[in-house]
Nanobody, 117 residues
Framework: QVHLVESGGGLVQAGGSLRLSCKAP???????????FAWYRQVPGKHRDLVAT???????NYVDAVKDRFIISRDNARKTVYLQMTSLKPEDAAVYYC????????WGFGTQVTVSS
């Protein structure tokens, strides 16, 4: 189990941008580097949905709803995974979580993204 901490959420107007971070503060690089990660999001009363994935060799995939607007990346030296979100829409508002891919059982607290119209 790798401990992951999400940050970077906030309130933004529609059309704006945010960059989320997911840091593994206690992992060592030999543990972090081979892992694949993913960002998920969840709105109240709904399932947690996959948003984007990144492999150890930095191959990425996105759900259609965020393609061409979001970019997932990783900085192994900083043991951090990022989600750069641009052209935000009200429907992007959610709590965003990161996890390994496949997921490990325990989830972090996530980071809230609010988009005003």
């Amino acid at each position: 189990q790798v401990h992951l901490v999400e940050s970077g959420g906030g309130l933004v107007q529609a059309g704006g941008s945010l960059r989320l971070s997911c840091k593994a503060p206690t992992a060592i690089t030999s543990t972090f580097n081979p892992l694949a990660f993913a960002w998920y999001r969840q709105v109240p009363g709904k399932h947690r949905d996959l948003v984007a994935t990144i492999t150890a060799d930095r191959s990425t995939n996105y759900v259609d709803a965020v393609k061409d607007r979001f970019i997932i990346s990783r900085d192994n030296a900083r043991k951090t995974v990022y989600l750069q979100m641009t052209s935000l829409k009200p429907e992007d508002a959610a709590v965003y979580y990161c996890n390994t891919n496949p997921t490990q059982p325990n989830w972090g607290f996530g980071t809230q993204v609010t988009v005003s119209s």
